[in-house]
């Protein structure tokens, strides 16, 4: 039974490689959205991230208790 275990597995192996070759293959050649704006919406999120922090930590009063031993 060993042979035929890894004579399938064999075979699974090269029809995953033909498939993922076959993906890149048809991969689109245009960039979409994501290649031209995905960086500079990430960085806007994070900044906007940052300063809403930033504001709640400094802003509204929250007692921190830093100087507690």
């Known amino acids: 039974m060993f042979p035929v275990v890894r004579n399938a597995l064999s075979r699974l192996q090269v029809r995953s490689i033909q ?3 076959a993906r890149q293959s048809h991969q689109k050649r245009t960039p979409d959205f994501h290649d031209k704006y995905g960086n500079i919406v990430l960085a806007g999120g994070t900044t906007f ?8 930590a400094t802003q509204i009063g929250i ?7």
């Open 63 to 69: 007692e921190w208790n830093l100087d507690a031993k």
């Open 49 to 56: 991230c940052i300063a809403v922090w930033t504001y709640t």
């Open 19 to 21: 498939q993922t070759m």
